[in-house]
C-alpha cells in the first residue's frame, strides 16, 4: 500500500496472506512467507496532532499489546525506533511512510513462521509458546484495537505518555548500544532514556550525552 486509496479511512486495516515485496527500513528486503502477519493501517494528519513520526511509538505500544496476550510479556522489549523483540530475537518490524496529508503503518509480525534473516536474530509467536491455532486475522483484531486506544491517547494527550509506557517496556537504561548512522562512523554508548521528542539519548564512553534522531540500533 505505497498510494492512499482515497476510499481508504482511518481506522480500516488491511491485512496480506503474504507480500512478495516484503519491505523494512532504508529499503531493505524482508521475507514475508504465508503464516505470518502482514498489515497496514492509515492514519490522518492533524494540525494539533504529535510529529507523524512519533506513530512508530504508538504502533509499538500497540503490537506489544497485542503479542502479550499470546506469549510471556516479560519476555517482550521495545528497541528504537521500530522493533519489537522477544527474548532478544525480532519478532515484528514496523514502517511509517507519509503520503501527501496521511501516514501509512506497516507491520510485520511473525506468528507461526521464523523467517530466515541473515545477520540477526529472528524469532515467531508459535516458537515463544503461542497457541499453533492462533491466526494471524485474530492477532491484527486485537493489535488494531489496541492501536486505536493508543491513537486517541497520543491525539488527547500528545506524546508524553506513550513515551512513559514505551520506556517501561524498552530494554533497561545503561544497555550498551552500538547506533550504525551509515552516513558516519558507528557509535557506541549505554542507553540512556528518550528525549521528549522521541529521539534515543546515548551516553558515550566518555560521559557525554547525546540524542540519535536517526540509525539502526544494535543492543550489546
Keep these: 500500500m505505497q498510494q492512499k486509496d482515497p476510499s481508504l479511512t482511518e ?43 512519533t506513530l512508530s511509538f504508538v504502533t509499538a505500544l500497540a503490537v506489544s499489546d497485542g503479542i502479550a496476550a499470546h506469549i510471556e510479556p516479560g519476555s517482550i522489549k521495545l528497541k528504537w525506533p521500530n522493533d519489537i523483540l522477544v527474548g532478544g530475537a525480532k519478532i515484528c518490524g514496523i514502517l511509517l511512510e507519509r503520503c501527501g496529508d ?8 511473525n506468528v507461526s513462521v521464523t523467517p530466515e534473516v541473515q545477520d ?32 486517541s491517547l497520543w491525539r488527547r494527550d500528545g506524546l508524553l505518555p506513550v513515551l ?7 530494554h533497561a537504561e545503561g544497555t550498551m548500544l552500538t547506533i550504525n548512522k551509515h552516513s558516519s562512523n558507528s ?4 542507553y540512556a532514556g528518550l ?8 551516553r558515550k564512553p566518555d560521559g557525554t550525552l547525546i540524542e540519535i534522531h536517526a540509525g539502526d540500533v544494535e543492543i550489546g
Excluded at 12 to 29: D, F, H, P, T, V
Excluded at 127 to 151: C, H, V
Excluded at 187 to 190: H, K
Aim: net charge negative.
Design 11 to 53: 481506522g480500516l486495516w488491511l491485512r496480506a496472506e503474504r507480500q512478495s515485496g516484503g519491505k523494512g527500513r532504508l529499503g531493505r528486503a524482508w521475507e514475508s512467507p504465508v503464516g505470518n502477519l502482514y498489515c497496514s493501517t492509515v492514519v490522518d494528519c492533524r494540525d494539533t496532532d504529535p510529529s507523524p513520526s
Design 120 to 151: 540477526r536474530q529472528v524469532t515467531s509467536l508459535l516458537d515463544e509458546g503461542a497457541d499453533p491455532e492462533l491466526s494471524a486475522e485474530t492477532l491484527l483484531q486485537e493489535i488494531a484495537a489496541s492501536f486505536a486506544q493508543w491513537l
Design 102 to 109: 496521511h501516514v501509512i503503518v506497516g507491520t510485520g509480525v
Design 195 to 202: 528525549s521528549d521528542e522521541g529521539a534515543l539519548r546515548l
Design 187 to 190: 557509535l557506541i554508548g549505554s
Design 164 to 170: 512513559q509506557e514505551w520506556r517501561k517496556r524498552a
